[in-house]
């Protein structure tokens, strides 16, 4: 599903505009984002699941074209874990 029909979705569901759910989805990815970069950023969503900010260690990799060693740096990523409900719909 991509954006626009998530959007499509969301309107007909809501029985409200495109324009207006798309602000509404624009709005709710920009707040999670928000949440996530702040330190220990954490977003739950009882039922759905929830988007936590994990720090990545820095680690040894290799080059899958060459086979030569390569130092990945450390960084931050974002984690789902889905809720119950969201399993048990799945």
Not at 13 to 38: I, P, R, Y
Not at 68 to 89: H, Q, S, Y
Request: hydrophobic share 45%; no cysteine; aromatic share 4%.
């Amino acid at each position: 599903m991509t954006k626009a029909e998530l959007v499509e979705a969301m309107a007909k569901d809501a029985g409200v505009s495109k324009v207006a759910a798309g602000a509404a989805l624009d709005s709710f990815m920009a707040n999670v984002t928000k949440a996530l970069k702040k330190k220990g950023g954490k977003v739950t969503l009882v039922g759905f699941g929830t988007f936590a900010k994990v720090r990545r260690k820095a680690r040894k990799g290799r080059n899958p074209q060459t086979g030569e060693p390569i130092k990945i740096k450390a960084r931050n990523v974002v984690t789902f874990k889905a809720g119950k409900k969201l399993k048990d719909a799945v």
